[in-house]
C-alpha cells in the first residue's frame, strides 16, 4: 500500500524559512516523480514543485527562486526548502504521487506565515 508522511511546517514570520518533508513507501519511490501541491483557505488546491524520479525539478512561478524540491532515493524521502516565505504561502501544503494510475497524497502540513 503506498503511503506517504509527512513532516515539517508550522509558523514563521515573513522572511523566514521552512522546510517540508515526506517520506513515502509501498511503491519503487526512483521510478516516481514527487510533487507538492498547496491550498489555502477558499482556493483550489495549486501545484507549486514537482521532481521527477530522475531529480529534475520544476517549480510554479508562484515559488520560482525561494522554493526548492530535493529527493533522496536511499531514505524515499522528498524535501521542499522554503526560503523567503510571505504571507501568501500560507497555505496547507500536501505531497503526492501517481501509482498505477492512482493519486496518493500525503496526509497536509499547515504552514503559516505571519507578517
Known amino acids: 500500500q503506498v503511503k506517504l508522511v509527512q513532516s515539517g511546517g508550522g509558523l514563521v514570520q515573513a522572511g523566514g524559512s521552512l522546510r517540508l518533508s515526506c517520506a513515502a513507501s509501498?511503491?519503487?519511490?526512483?521510478?516516481?516523480?514527487l510533487d507538492w501541491y498547496r491550498q489555502a483557505p477558499g482556493e483550489q488546491r495549486e501545484l507549486v514543485a514537482s521532481i521527477t524520479g530522475a531529480g529534475t525539478p520544476s517549480y510554479s512561478d508562484s515559488v520560482k527562486g525561494r522554493f526548492t524540491v530535493s529527493r533522496d532515493n536511499v531514505r524515499w524521502t522528498v524535501r521542499l526548502q522554503m526560503n523567503s516565505l510571505e504571507p501568501e504561502d500560507t497555505a496547507v501544503y500536501y505531497c503526492?504521487?501517481?501509482?498505477?494510475?492512482?493519486?496518493?497524497w500525503g496526509q497536509g502540513t499547515q504552514v503559516t506565515v505571519s507578517s
Open positions: 503526492r504521487t501517481t501509482y498505477k494510475g492512482l493519486p496518493y
Open positions: 509501498g511503491l519503487n519511490f526512483r521510478l516516481h516523480t
